[in-house]
């Protein structure tokens, strides 16, 4: 009566049911869900904001409407500060969805994510941020390789990367991109751009694969950047389990972990991913 009083409309037929009053999140398999793809907060001399940052390559799954308001909220928390969820949609498709209203049931109490992405993106140049807007860009088609201008211009921009990024960056990109840009794209890392591009992708990872096996065993150190790169990967499209997470880790046979990278690309679950 209170709640009908109210404006709150209960279901036809329902029956009350006391439930458990601690709200911590304990089964495994539902704390897997709350793990967000990225968290970032940005702390001043005037307080300080976190940023939630979700990536969709598809519209988001029911899922996701139970999972994102429990991120805002329980981030909002942990940090004591205002949140927000932002939404990097790679599709069209998955920047449309993104944008929806997320209704919790609370009367006015409701999320609406933040979306940029395809369509949405700055543009790549620029003095500030040009390496990350590029690899955006590139990941959402807004920045088409078929030409070679366009590749030009992503070269020069991911070399003003930090040498530890550049490496990444340019395996997402030649990951995400059709055959002939690619063959395109490391004919111009050899030939036209020689440093840091051939140096900076295949010789610079070949050398810290060597320079950590001194201390671990060149194997195991090449292995074993090659294993974060596809983790960090997967974690922008998936859920990755803690058990999966240490099977990536243990692997010490690149030309699987580099099997399972190019799987990744195209693979929509990961069952398609490690499927044997």
Known sequence: MLLRGLGVRLPAGATAVMADTN??????????????????????PDGKVAVIAEVQKDPPRGTRH??????????????????????????RAAVRASAKKIQTGHPNFYLEPL??????????????????????NVVTGDLDLSSHEARMLAL???????????ESYTRYIRAVIPGAARDALEELMRTVIKDPFLDGFIAEGRAKGKAEGKAEGKAEGKAEGEAR???????????VPATLNDQVMACADTAQLEAWFDRAVKATTLEEVFAD
């Open 115 to 136: 979306v940029t992405g395809r369509g949405l993106l700055p543009g790549p140049g620029g003095p500030a941020f040009a390496p990350e807007l590029t690899v955006l």
């Open 229 to 239: 790169i596809l983790l960090r990967y997967l974690r922008t499209r998936f859920t």
């Open 66 to 91: 139970f999972a994102w308001p429990a991120y805002a909220c329980v981030a909002r928390y942990r940090h004591r500060c205002d949140v927000v969820v932002l939404v990097i949609g790679i599709t």
């Open 23 to 44: 709200l911590s999140v304990r089964d495994p398999d539902q704390n897997q869900e709350l793990i967000a793809d990225t968290v970032v907060v940005f702390e001043g």
């Open 156 to 166: 020069v921009n991911i070399a003003s990367a930090p040498q530890d990024r550049r």
